[in-house]
């Protein structure tokens, strides 16, 4: 898993409710990821990070905010949970941007919406 | 048309027998093509990293990439039951900081 713990690995929210999922990694990367995983849609990215401080939106980025105040942290917020966000989330990094350098996943944090 | 398809499977498999995954792809753009494994509750595990045409080989797995007809396709020899997951096809561009993945094909070994 490359040095990377995501926390909490489980987490069930009531809808409405705001849920912060974390991402600590060891290695010292430049680059963070948070990606979803859904049965029949594959993984898709939320968000990512390219530095301290410096995020950018990915493909299904609406309804998640991120924070990154340490090169090893990076935070994915949903500030009112949906149903929809039911899903299994994966923090991901690489040691440079995507052309040059292959991701690393954590082992996921399973969201349940109710 | 769908960037990138791959067959969800299951596919089942005895223990030993060559496997064929493969996937399919839209974008000709695409120069970077990946494998990786997943094990139940676990996180993606980058097995494969390819550029351009041709074949890779690590151990037990070759990769292959066929530009030309927008397919590829990961072989796993002398196949294990520990090789049982989900295997996810994944590619991008050669300028893209963006990859596509596919949903991935389920794998069972059978011992």
């Known amino acids: 898993d490359a040095g990377i713990t995501q926390s909490p690995r489980h987490k069930v929210t009531e809808t409405g409710t705001p849920v912060t999922l974390r991402c600590h990694q060891t290695?010292?990367?430049?680059?963070m990821y948070w990606y979803r995983q859904d049965p029949g849609h594959g993984l898709r990215l939320i968000h990512y990070s390219y530095g301290v401080k410096d995020t950018d939106k990915g493909e299904v980025s609406d309804g998640y905010s991120v924070s990154r105040s340490k090169t090893e942290d990076f935070l994915l917020t949903l500030e009112s949970a949906t149903s929809s966000q039911t899903s299994v989330y994966f923090c991901a990094i690489s040691d440079g941007p995507l052309k040059n350098s292959p991701l690393h996943f954590g082992n996921g944090t399973r969201l349940t919406v109710t | 048309q769908k960037e990138v398809e791959q067959d969800p499977g299951p596919l089942s498999v005895p223990e030993g027998a060559i496997v064929s995954l493969n996937c399919t792809y839209s974008n000709s753009a695409f120069q970077y093509f990946m494998w990786y494994r997943q094990y139940s509750r676990k996180g993606p595990e980058l097995l494969m990293y390819t550029y351009s045409s041709g074949n890779k080989e690590d151990g037990r797995f070759t990769a292959q990439v066929d530009k030309s007809s927008k397919y590829i396709s990961l072989f796993i020899r002398d196949s294990q039951p520990s090789d049982s997951a989900t295997y996810l096809c994944a590619m991008r561009g050669n300028r893209d900081d963006k990859i596509i993945f596919g949903k991935g094909t389920r794998l069972h070994i059978l011992p």
């Open positions: 290695e010292n990367h430049r680059y």
